[in-house]
């Protein structure tokens, strides 16, 4: 049973068309984060919501920007897509920082192409 | 912020064989969990295993084990009796959730 799922699982968009990415999840958990993976590169960081928290990383572009509307769902907006945006951006999971059995529980991912 | 490094890009290990992935860190806070976590091919992220700072006995998890070695801030990964399906990319993190830049692990038949 997939907890994390992310749509679509490809997503083609043309340079500076926005785009949206969506996660959602049946796990209850309080922090959603979303990482941008680069061919052969580790997952980085953009941001995460810990409950409505919004919390950005220093370097993420203002391009990227994420809502959450409630517990099961975030998504991840790109404004402006450029070429150096085509990768594959990951969903996550977790319960609150500190809490017992605090792990990442991941989506499939969904890897965008810009065109 | 935490740090996390890996300095081995690139490992290889013949099946049935033992190897050791290697993790350094630097955190300023007193309590804090680890992390490996393994990207196969299919991308999917999985975790491997989770080490809680404050616990002396490192953990394992059938054929992984951690050697955590807090004084040092090191926290290594072996896996016993590779097998063909531990390729993989292998990731560690500290509790922000940052990754180090992995460690691409190819077991050979």
């Known amino acids: 049973d997939a907890m994390v799922i992310q749509n679509p699982r490809y997503q083609v968009t043309q340079f500076g068309k926005p785009v949206t990415l969506s996660c959602s999840q049946t796990?209850?958990?309080?922090?959603m984060y979303w990482y941008q993976q680069k061919s052969s590169q580790a997952p980085k960081l953009l941001f995460h919501y810990y409950d409505k928290d919004f919390n950005n990383e220093a370097d993420t572009p203002d391009n990227f920007q994420s809502r959450r509307p409630n517990t099961s769902f975030c998504f991840l907006d790109i404004r402006s897509p450029g070429l150096g945006d085509a990768a594959m951006y990951l969903c996550?999971?977790?319960?609150?920082?500190?809490?017992?059995?605090?792990?990442?529980?991941f989506g499939s991912g969904t890897q965008l192409s810009v065109l | 912020a935490q740090t996390v490094t890996q300095s081995q890009p690139e490992m290889s290990v013949q099946e049935a064989e033992t190897v050791t992935l290697s993790c350094t860190y630097d955190?300023?806070?007193?309590?804090?969990?680890l992390f490996w976590y393994k990207q196969p091919p299919s991308r999917q992220m999985i975790l491997v295993i989770r080490?809680?700072?404050?616990?002396?006995q490192n953990a394992t998890e059938n054929r992984f084990s951690v050697n955590f070695q807090k004084a040092a801030k090191s926290f290594s990964l072996k896996i016993s009796d590779s097998q063909l399906g531990d390729t993989a990319m292998y990731f560690c993190?500290?509790?922000?959730?940052?990754f180090g830049a992995g460690t691409r692990l190819t077991v050979k038949p």
């Open positions: 996550a999971t977790s319960r609150a920082p500190g809490e017992a059995n605090e792990k990442l529980f």
């Open positions: 993190a500290v509790n922000d959730m940052r």
């Open positions: 796990l209850n958990h309080n922090v």
């Open positions: 080490q809680e700072a404050y616990k002396q």
């Open positions: 955190t300023s806070e007193n309590n804090y969990y």
